[in-house]
């Protein structure tokens, strides 16, 4: 009796992988090969790089702009995360306990599909001090104009607020399809006990969410830092810094300023801070590990 070897696959495996690898390590190994060069060097695009060591580090320990752009975004990471996700989970829940209408989710997405520079514009026409719709309306029950972008206290909440609209549809499907996978008779048990529905979501919804909930978390928080385009179309960081995210002041270092070294040390030490940050929102939500056997 003749036994055959089992035929190996890695090998084809490999040249299956062989595009995405090469597409990986010339769009991202390679630009981040050189972000870390760059980051150590004095290049301004005007000359040829310099190796400097850690001295772009050292200015940036030191400069209060870029503390200040981290507070600034790490406020906006709490208001968006916050909103959009707990806006996400009710829309989520509804519709997984009353309506699973094909129509109502294409509804949801629409907004995350319109380009981030679109509905910045949009917006702040709408929230426009002198001309916009929402002030127009305030107007008409008495109310005074609100600088949404041109007042400190308003403009960092107005912009989470745009963003927390344009998302929450995207966010709130890929926590119902987490909601899919919990078995139905769990609830069906726990309506027979007696259970209401917060109870049900309380115990039921939420501990078997959990790794959905820990991607969808870590998503957002890093999609937060890198809060760009909205900035940019309707505050330009104003006023008064109050909306110059981290990702804005890297912008204007580069491109504005042309201190690219600098720019790039910026940018290394955000993508070190977002690795940290994930690794123990993953730790901490457990994220490997769910309560559904």
């Not at 989520?92 to 380009?115: C, D, I, N």
């Not at 929450?168 to 007696?194: H, N």
């Not at 870590?218 to 809060?227: A, L, P, Y």
Request: proline share 4%.
């Amino acid at each position: 009796m003749s036994s055959t070897k089992p035929r190996d696959d890695r090998r084809a495996a490999w040249w299956f992988l062989l595009p995405v690898l090469v597409g990986f390590a010339v769009f991202y190994g390679y630009p981040a090969a050189r972000g870390v060069w760059y980051s150590v060097t004095d290049y301004n695009m005007l000359n040829t790089a310099s190796y400097v060591g850690t001295e772009n580090y050292t200015k940036l320990f030191a400069d209060a702009k870029f503390w200040n752009s981290m507070l600034v975004t790490a406020w906006y990471v709490v208001l968006n995360i916050g909103s959009q996700t707990l806006l996400a989970l009710g829309v989520a829940s509804l519709m997984h306990r009353l309506t699973r209408s094909v129509v109502l989710r294409a509804t949801l997405l629409l907004p995350w599909l319109v380009p981030n520079v679109t509905i910045g514009l949009l917006w702040m026409w709408l929230l426009d001090t002198n001309l916009g719709f929402v002030n127009q309306l305030l107007h008409t029950f008495g109310l005074g104009p609100v600088g949404f972008f041109t007042d400190e206290t308003w403009a960092m909440p107005t912009v989470a607020g745009i963003n927390t609209w344009a998302y929450t549809g995207y966010t709130a499907l890929l926590l119902y399809a987490g909601m899919l996978q919990i078995p139905q008779y769990l609830y069906e048990g726990a309506a027979i006990d007696g259970a209401g529905e917060w109870r049900m979501f309380r115990g039921i919804t939420l501990p078997l969410l959990r790794p959905v909930l820990a991607l969808v978390l870590v998503v957002s928080m890093i999609g937060s830092f890198q809060i760009f385009d909205t900035i940019a179309v309707t505050t330009k960081g104003g006023p008064v810094s109050a909306t110059q995210v981290i990702y804005y002041f890297i912008y204007q270092q580069a491109f504005k300023y042309f201190h690219l070294g600098y720019a790039a040390a910026a940018a290394i030490c955000l993508a070190l801070i977002l690795g940290v940050l994930t690794a123990i929102q993953m730790r901490m939500l457990r994220a490997s590990r769910s309560d559904l056997a």
